[in-house]
């Protein structure tokens, strides 16, 4: 269990830097989508894990990984996004301007995009971190989930109590 928690950290963490890059590089601005305080990305540790779950009976035949993960990324996008609306009462993505999308939480070209960064992730990247994630001392990971665990709760209050996903934007 505690490699996964970590493939969930480390999945969020790189799926921020990817929000960030994105932002730069299409000229957007910001939007936090993660945590109050941990620069995390849930959807992408969830989405990430999901993929991995898949990865080990598919990755023989990579159109059919491709696929199923990006079936399985968007499925998780489409229920990230049903919950932060329905139980935080906010929305941090609206994929309505772009083709093919699914009442603006999921698009085709965002799912096209998760079943690309699913082969490195399969192929590349989790076979590199995992023996390293396999051997964090059960007191760091404790540690971590504490503080993991309270910084989604206090995220959660924050968005719920004020339905503005600015609240978690502390710095300037």
């Not at 799926?15 to 620069?39: I, M, N, Q, S």
């Not at 968007?74 to 941090?92: D, I, M, N, P």
């Not at 070209?109 to 192929?123: E, I």
């Amino acid at each position: 269990m505690a490699v996964w928690f970590w493939c969930f950290c480390v999945y969020s963490f790189l799926g921020f830097l990817l929000e960030v890059g994105y932002a730069r590089a299409t000229g957007g601005r910001l939007d936090r989508k993660c945590l109050l305080v941990l620069p995390l990305c849930p959807v992408y540790g969830l989405g990430a894990c999901a993929v991995l779950v898949l990865a080990g009976w598919v990755k023989e035949f990579s159109p059919l990984l491709f696929f199923l993960s990006a079936v399985a990324a968007t499925a998780v996008e489409y229920g990230a996004s049903l919950f932060y609306q329905r139980v935080l009462g906010v929305s941090f993505w609206d994929y309505r301007g772009l083709p093919w999308n699914l009442d603006g939480r999921v698009c085709l070209p965002f799912s096209l995009a998760w079943g690309c960064l699913a082969l490195p992730l399969v192929y590349w990247l989790h076979p590199l971190l995992a023996p390293l994630l396999s051997d964090i001392p059960a007191l760091v990971t404790w540690a971590a989930a504490v503080t993991l665990g309270v910084d989604m709760v206090l995220s959660c209050i924050l968005l719920r109590r004020t339905r503005d996903r600015s609240c978690l934007k502390w710095y300037a």
